[in-house]
């Protein structure tokens, strides 16, 4: 057994103390959608109006506490009162007085800012009773949203570092990786390999230099888990990478952050040193023979420096292009040392493997796949925002049941998953149980966790056109099947969208699909036809649409559209010619106008300018 | 548009930056990165210095580096940039409305991204995280959640009166 110098138990019980001590406690989200709408303002209002506020209840203070992301985004700013059961949402600082007024001073909620169901078009008072929130398992997002992430007591207050003072004083690292590999934890960042083994890999080559470094480059467009758990429980991640390199016996750390998260960024590295501070961090951690150290390295956005050798080119200063493997990095990885390489997600699940037990984690989940797993859930759905849910999941619950269905009554189309490497799901798929396994074999991934939500009014083609640009774009250039490949599959879809596609261009795409995948070193190409391949599979209809009729279904492809005038509604007030930048528009005065199809380039602006609604399209 | 000379850069400057990630080749990206926020670009003059004070490190490194990550710009950026989010979420929600809008605003032409004044840079990025607000625009550090093109034509407004003001 390893001897401590602290007693974890006392720390916490200390840091309780000091927030007991805070009187009424009002959270203020302070992520960065909460930032966008207003959320430092609404924190200065309750701040200058709070100094002399007598109190309901038998508090006899209260403290603005600005915590990470709720997760919940398109409601902000949230305000949540535990004290007084009670969750805000949209609030301004405008409402700030009226809160105080009403609710805290003289018990009568704000009914106005209450969460309004899309459901059942009741308010809802608690923040567990809100649909959103109800159906969900919160484990690496637990903490997010309920602490103040700039300060190290809150976080010890819930347990922060408690897993770690666990592993230190019973001294045993292989018991460490044992539990992490028995828990069934796999890889959160995509590929989803199993961790517990990951770790044994490396800790196989212990003896020399050896470095933990976590991926924080969440390069996904549509997903946002890592940024919420970085902005909003980081000591959480620090003591992951610390369990970590416990583990394989590395003292030494990065953190690879995109620069696109500069919130992120600064609270690691406050975190980072009020941890080295109480000596939970850097030299002879606890007062035993472990030292680790973490350093933040920020990206400057390359996508494919997700990739694992590529993060290490790039934390190396070098471009960030991937390189064969093996050697694995486990062998030969940052500086040539052995090096473990986690996102953080995976890392964020470690201290809540550790202290509840492998057991514990694996109760949830399926066979294949244990544990939670967070998803971004954006687009067209009426709750937007960040959740964590068990492996296993149905999309239906998922989309309907937490996000409250799709926006404004349309109808549900389909679901991309995995971002530029993923797939689409689609109605057939709404009662799969999402596991790694299932979506794999259904066309798509988890990838990091984004699923977009698209309803009728989506183009299909022009989505898997978006995507494909964005993975010629971002593809190094290192594999030519990947570097030429995509972009003459980009090619291909931008003729289809303009309505100059042919039906040969489809089997095109797909023997491109095959060489891109099996031509390409990395993940990056590897899966970039994902979205084209699964996109044809579902929605071949769609592509034929735009080939054959030269018709976009979901009238989104500015090409394929036609603008026309209603003789019955148009007055002829001859503002539609004055606008039109191409003169397509032709007419007398107080006549009906007519558009010439062959000049019209499809601007709109005829549309914005008509005053009697006279212009649709078509 | 002004391009730095020779004898125009603030090359104490330069050795400061240098010296504070201690001429380590591992740390170059962080170097670019404090030059380019001292800068508002990486001057080509400044680049080939890097590449002859660092050990192991050649001018073509230095510039194959700058190349390949796209926060790296090798032109003056405007004072004012706008990162359009063209995140999956953004793209679905309408975000491409917005950057073309702004495009036409300030009279650019496919490849050019800065205004002639060098006023503004109109810019896409992948995705910014903010994707329950899509779609978003980020104009220097400030996030502007759930834009649409009158919003945007009004923000730009203000800056611009702003601007005038001094």
Redesign the interface.
């Known amino acids: 057994m390893g001897t401590l110098n602290i007693n974890i138990q006392d720390e916490q019980k200390k840091a309780q103390e000091s927030i007991d001590a805070q009187g009424l406690r009002v959270l203020v989200c302070n992520g ?2 909460c ?3 207003g959320s430092n303002d609404v924190i200065a209002r309750f701040k200058e109006l709070g100094a002399d506020v007598s109190i309901l209840t038998q508090k006899d203070k209260m403290t603005i506490v600005p915590t990470g992301c709720h997760g ?3 409601q ?1 700013v949230l305000v949540i009162i535990p004290d007084l059961d009670i969750t805000y949402v949209k609030v301004k600082p405008a409402d700030v007085d009226e809160i105080i007024d009403s609710h805290i001073k003289n018990g009568k909620p704000v009914e106005r800012l209450l969460y309004i169901s899309p459901k059942t078009g009741e308010a809802v008072h608690k923040n567990e009773d809100i649909e959103f929130y109800a159906r969900q398992s919160r484990t690496s997002l637990g903490n997010c949203g309920k602490i103040n992430a700039e300060s190290i007591d809150e976080a010890i207050a819930k347990h922060a570092y408690e897993a770690l003072a666990k592993v230190l004083e019973q001294n045993n690292p292989d018991a460490v990786i044992d539990e992490i590999e028995k828990s069934g934890l796999r890889g959160r960042g995509g590929g989803g390999f199993p961790t517990g083994r990951k770790w044994r890999f490396t800790a196989a080559n212990k003896g020399g230099k050896s470095y933990v470094v976590c991926n924080g480059d ?7 888990m890592d ?1 919420s758990v970085m902005e909003g429980d980081p000591h959480k991640l620090l003591e992951g990478m610390a369990i970590a390199g416990f583990a394989i016996g590395a003292d030494e750390a990065y953190i690879y952050v995109r ?4 919130l992120a960024i600064k609270r690691l590295k406050i975190a980072i040193k009020q941890a080295e501070e109480r000596g939970y961090l850097g030299k002879n951690i606890m007062g035993t023979d472990f030292s680790f150290d973490i350093h933040i ?7 494919v420096c997700g990739e694992e050798t590529a993060l290490i080119a ?7 292009m991937p390189r064969p493997k093996p050697p694995f990095p486990a062998n030969k990885g940052l ?1 040539g040392r052995p090096t473990l390489i986690n996102n953080v997600e995976t890392l964020a699940n470690v201290p809540v493997i550790i202290l509840n037990g492998a057991e514990w984690f694996s109760s949830f989940g399926t066979t294949t796949s244990k544990g939670t797993k967070t998803f ?1 859930l ?3 759905v009426n709750n ?3 959740i964590e849910v068990p492996m296993g999941t149905t999309l239906r619950e998922i989309v309907f049941d937490i996000g409250g269905g799709i926006r404004n009554g349309k109808k549900f189309k389909a679901v ?1 998953i995995g ?1 530029p490497s993923g797939g689409c799901l689609t109605e057939e798929h709404l009662d799969l149980p999402m596991d790694y396994d299932n979506l794999v074999k259904a066309g798509a991934m988890v990838g990091s966790g ?1 699923l ?1 939500v ?1 309803n009728e009014d ?1 183009c299909i083609v022009e ?1 898997a056109r ?2 494909m640009h ?1 993975t010629q774009n ?1 593809s ?1 250039g290192k594999c030519v099947p990947c570097r030429e490949g995509t972009k003459n599959m980009l090619k291909i879809l931008e003729k289809i969208v303009r309505g100059q596609g042919e039906m040969k261009d489809l089997d095109t795409l797909e023997e491109l699909a095959l060489a891109v995948k099996e031509g390409s070193l990395c993940g990056l190409g590897k899966t970039a036809p994902n979205p084209v391949l699964s996109t044809l599979k579902y929605f071949r209809d769609e592509y034929i649409a735009h080939i054959k009729d030269k018709r976009c279904p979901a009238g989104v492809c500015s090409a394929l559209k036609t603008i026309v005038i209603e003789e019955e509604n148009c007055k002829g007030c001859t503002k539609c010619a004055r606008t039109c930048p191409v003169g397509a528009i032709s007419g007398t005065v107080k006549n009906p106008h007519k558009i010439d199809q062959s000049k019209c380039i499809k601007c709109g602006a005829c549309l914005a300018a008509c005053p009697f609604k006279a212009i649709k399209q078509a | 548009m002004t391009t730095s000379t020779r004898s125009s850069v603030d090359w104490q400057k330069v050795d400061s930056i240098l010296e504070s990630y201690e001429y ?7 170097i ?2 404090r030059i380019q926020e001292e800068f508002r670009y990486l001057p080509e003059d400044i680049m080939t210095y890097i590449g002859t004070k660092i050990k192991d490190l050649s001018p073509a ?1 230095v510039y ?2 700058a190349t ?5 710009s090798l032109e003056p950026k405007g004072k004012y940039v706008v990162k359009c989010c ?8 309408g975000s491409m409305p917005v950057y073309t809008s702004l495009k036409q605003r300030f009279g650019l032409e496919d490849g050019s991204f800065t205004s002639k004044d060098g006023l503004f840079t109109v810019e896409t ?10 779609p ?1 625009v980020v104009i220097n ?1 400030k ?3 759930q834009m649409t093109t009158d919003a945007m034509k009004i923000i730009i407004d203000t800056i611009l009166a702003e601007e005038k003001e001094g």
């Open positions: 960065t959608g930032i966008a709408n919940f985004c398109e902000g969440e390069g996904d467009p549509g997903a946002f940024r620069a696109e998260y500069p390295k920020e990206g400057a956005g390359a996508f790039s934390i190396e200063g070098e471009r960030g500086f971004a954006t687009g067209e937007t925002g960040l991309q971002g984004g977009v698209m989506t989505v978006f995507f964005f971002e190094c | 380590k080749k591992s740390n170059l990206i962080a670019l990165q490194t194959g580096v390949f990550y796209a926060q790296f063209d995140g999956t979420a953004c793209h679905v929600r990025v992948s995705c910014l995280g903010a994707c329950g607000l899509a978003v550090e996030v502007y959640p």
